[in-house]
């Protein structure tokens, strides 16, 4: 089967820098995205990692580590507006296979 | 260009009655893909579709659930009979032919059993 695992909930502090972080066992793999889902709201596509290393974009980052099975998200000089659910998955053959999303509160 | 449109946004059924969801890709795309969301879990894959054709169903149950992607008009996802599990939001994504994973999702219709 397919498993991907991250934590539950997380809290931090406006301004402070939160590393999300997501382990996978999948029976394949063509890529692992991150998406941001703001509550009631459809998931937002924030990063796209197909080679081990880390891609930044603005105050996002993702990171990839193939051979642990492992990436994190990393978001800085958060703000409120970061509260959210944030989504790991990954590409087997086409369709999306989603961890059951970490869902961060930030608090002043 | 409009994103990914899905309606109706909130539906209220029954038990016994049938839903339709109705989902209408981002221009120029051509494969669209089905999510279910139950509350505080994870989205679920169900169902790939391209332009009358169904790519892969193997998230979909076998029984009640349908879908179709027309030639012309909206990808529909039909539930026959819903029962109260069915509650759930689902979600629609769309991808461009050339990059299937880069799929952009619609904001949802959240489906009421009563």
């Known amino acids: 089967g397919q498993n991907i695992d991250q934590p539950t909930e997380m809290t931090a502090t406006e301004g402070a820098i939160v590393q999300i972080n997501c382990t996978y066992q999948t029976s394949g793999f063509n890529g692992l995205f991150w998406y941001q889902q703001h509550a009631g709201e459809a998931p937002t596509f924030l990063s796209y990692n197909v080679l081990d290393g880390l891609e930044e974009k603005g105050r996002f980052s993702s990171f990839l580590s193939r051979s642990k099975g492992y990436s994190y998200l990393l978001l800085k000089e958060l703000q409120m507006k970061d509260s959210a659910s944030y989504l790991c998955a990954v590409t087997i053959n086409t369709p999306l296979v989603f961890g059951k999303g970490t869902r961060l509160s930030v608090i002043a | 260009n409009a994103g990914v449109m899905q309606n109706p946004r909130h539906l209220v059924r029954r038990r016994g009655q049938e839903a339709r969801l109705r989902c209408s890709p981002m221009?120029?795309?051509?494969?669209v893909y089905w999510y279910r969301q139950l509350p505080e879990e994870g989205l679920k894959f169900m169902v790939y579709l391209q332009k009358e054709n169904i790519i892969d169903e193997s998230g979909m149950p076998k029984e009640r659930f349908s879908a179709e992607f027309p030639k012309e008009g909206p990808s529909i996802l039909r539930i026959q009979q819903v029962v109260r599990g069915d509650s759930a939001a689902y979600f629609c994504?769309?991808?461009?032919?050339?990059?299937?994973?880069?799929?952009?999702f619609g904001p949802g219709t959240r489906l009421t059993v009563t």
């Open positions: 994504a769309s991808s461009p032919p050339t990059s299937p994973y880069e799929q952009y």
């Open positions: 221009k120029g795309h051509s494969h």
